[in-house]
């Protein structure tokens, strides 16, 4: 008789290959697309291998504009936000007043509107205030808007951990303000620093509702993509995603790499500093005694 223990495995072995099944079926049915010959997206009937919407690819100027595009501004939203969200991570940390939850909804609002309605007021408030119309200027305003509270809420995750002792026996010390902050407060805050600038530039590069309202007549790559979409589904739009699927699967695995190597480096010192010394280098020299009628 099957035991309840077996028939569990087995569904949750089911379970999870359906779950891989649904993850990546639709990323290895593209590839297959992004080299078949037929100009319409489909894997049946193969027509033949090809890497034409490659080469199409790389002679498109409108898809490098917008590449550009989307490097420009999510540097800039990542120059933007990190300070900004580094700044209010330390304000809502080490201040405490009566209105401290009221700034924290005000700072984490942005998160929680619509994408649209910030591309909007972001197009319009440049345009009406200041006369300059939608470009990289508004994407970059727009963007920063909501990115930087999930930079301030990544920083804050770590800095609620800081213990403030340390500043304290800083300035014990004679340390300045701005040596403490250097020395110590940036160093312990600077992995989270680093996993805010990396997230802040993928929701910038990936972003497409905000972007699209507040940019105006320019294109980054998620509305350059979005557009051939709508005109016509073209193979090439397959080689693209085949390309950033490649990519990324290298930055993982070079991530994978530094941080296995890392802890191999880690673990030979630790090895090293738990090896018990050579005593033949604390030898003591034998002593030298006095020859026999010598002087006392």
């Known amino acids: 008789m099957i035991s309840s223990r077996t028939i569990l495995r087995a569904a949750t072995g089911a379970y999870i290959a359906l779950f891989f099944a649904y993850l990546f079926l639709p990323l290895v049915f593209m590839g297959i697309v992004a080299f078949n010959t037929s100009s319409i997206p489909q894997v049946t009937p193969w027509e033949g291998f090809t890497l034409k919407w490659f080469r199409e690819l790389y002679t498109d100027d409108q898809l490098w504009r917008a590449l550009t595009n989307?490097?420009?501004?999510?540097g800039a939203v990542v120059a933007i936000s990190v300070p900004i969200g580094l700044?209010?991570?330390m304000f809502l940390t080490r201040l405490h007043f009566k209105a401290r939850d009221f700034f924290y909804a005000l700072l984490v609002s942005p998160i929680l509107t619509p994408g649209i309605i910030l591309g909007i007021s972001t197009f319009l408030f440049w345009d009406r205030w200041f006369h300059i119309s939608?470009?990289?200027?508004?994407?970059?305003?727009?963007?920063?808007?909501?990115?930087?509270?999930?930079?301030m809420l990544l920083i804050m995750?770590?800095?609620?951990?800081?213990?403030?002792?340390?500043?304290?026996?800083?300035?014990?010390?004679g340390a300045s303000q701005r040596q403490v902050f250097?020395?110590?407060?940036?160093?312990?805050?600077?992995?989270?620093?680093?996993?805010?600038?990396?997230?802040?530039?993928?929701?910038?590069?990936?972003?497409?509702?905000?972007t699209l309202f507040a940019i105006g007549f320019q294109q980054t790559l998620p509305i350059y993509i979005g557009t051939k979409l709508r005109v016509f589904i073209s193979p090439a739009m397959n080689a693209l995603a085949v390309i950033f699927i490649l990519l990324t699967l290298a930055g993982a695995v070079l991530?994978?790499?530094?941080?296995?190597?890392?802890?191999?480096?880690?673990?030979?010192?630790?090895?090293k500093k738990h090896e018990p010394r050579d005593t033949d280098h604390y030898r003591r020299l034998p002593s030298r005694r006095p020859a026999a009628g010598g002087h006392a």
């Open 87 to 89: 700044a209010g991570a």
């Open 157 to 173: 995750a770590r800095a609620q951990r800081f213990d403030r002792t340390q500043e304290e026996a800083a300035f014990d010390l």
């Open 182 to 210: 250097m020395k110590i407060t940036l160093p312990f805050l600077m992995p989270a620093i680093i996993s805010a600038a990396v997230l802040a530039f993928m929701q910038s590069f990936e972003n497409y509702n905000t």
């Open 134 to 151: 939608g470009g990289l200027w508004t994407a970059i305003m727009g963007q920063a808007t909501f990115i930087s509270a999930y930079c």
């Open 70 to 74: 989307s490097l420009v501004v999510g």
């Open 255 to 271: 991530f994978e790499y530094s941080r296995i190597r890392e802890g191999g480096r880690k673990r030979h010192q630790n090895r």
